[in-house]
Nanobody, 115 residues
Framework: EAQLVESGGGLVQAGGSLTLSCVAS????????IGWFRQVAGKEREVVSC????????DYADAVKGRFFISGDNAKNMVNLHMWNLNPEDTAVYYC????????WGQGNQVTLSS
């Protein structure tokens, strides 16, 4: 079964850092655009960062530029989201995402900031 499995969420103090990881099984990342979205209860899911297919060009939401870094490892079928200087507005459920012929979503991982 093709799926994305996330890890690394949790509770962190404002100003702290956290890394989210996502591993694909049942398919390979090679031809997929991959990335991360997040969603706050009652709001739409929004893109945080993504890597384009093939060239792996990066893109970031304005709210996270300079604080988040996305990295992909095709050999490990893994994509990570490194987050620094976190603030309460970053509290959300974070979802790993991969798209090519179809979309795949991770199970979601809660990141909670404490002030």
């Amino acid at each position: 079964e093709a799926q994305l499995v996330e890890s690394g969420g949790g509770l962190v103090q404002a100003g702290g850092s956290l890394t989210l990881s996502c591993v694909a099984s049942g398919f390979t990342f090679d031809d997929y655009a991959i990335g991360w979205f997040r969603q706050v209860a009652g709001k739409e899911r929004e893109v945080v960062s993504c890597l384009s297919a093939i060239d792996r060009d990066t893109d970031y939401a304005d709210a996270v530029k300079g604080r988040f870094f996305i990295s992909g490892d095709n050999a490990k079928n893994m994509v990570n989201l490194h987050m620094w200087n976190l603030n309460p507005e970053d509290t959300a459920v974070y979802y790993c995402w991969a798209t090519w012929l179809q979309d795949y979503w991770g199970q979601g991982n809660q990141v909670t900031l404490s002030s």
